[in-house]
Nanobody, 123 residues
Framework: QVQLLESGGGSVQSGGSLRLSCAAS????????MGWFRQAPGKEREGVAT???????NYADSVKGRFTISQDNAKNTLYLEMNSLKPEDTAMYYC?????????????????RGQGTQVTVSS
């Protein structure tokens, strides 16, 4: 059974930093495409970043230069380092995993997902 568990969310002031983690069981990260998504109240879900099995990363324009996705295969854990946080980054953040799909839409639709961790950035 595959389980993804996000952690590391919290409340920070604008300009602050957080590191989110996504620990997995039943999934070998090195063989999967992994991604981070977020959804704010009243807004559509947004793909934030992906990390494919070849180690290639992709970022949404809104977070480029501020967020970094990485994974530790030994710990089977995915990370999202978030710096220079803005109030518009406030959302529930989710991780997802799929063996093949790495585009945001298909990764979310067909992938395994966690329950989310809340990030709140105050101005």
């Amino acid at each position: 059974q595959v389980q993804l568990l996000e952690s590391g969310g919290g409340s920070v002031q604008s300009g602050g930093s957080l590191r989110l983690s996504c620990a997995a069981s039943g999934v070998t990260y090195s063989r999967y495409c992994m991604g981070w998504f977020r959804q704010a109240p009243g807004k559509e879900r947004e793909g934030v970043a992906t990390f494919d099995s070849a180690g290639i990363t992709n970022y949404a324009d809104s977070v480029k230069g501020r967020f970094t996705i990485s994974q530790d295969n030994a710990k089977n854990t995915l990370y999202l380092e978030m710096n220079s946080l803005k109030p518009e980054d406030t959302a529930m953040y989710y991780c997802a995993a799929h063996r093949t799909y790495c585009g945001y839409s298909l990764l979310w639709r067909f992938g395994y997902r966690g329950q989310g961790t809340q990030v709140t950035v105050s101005s």
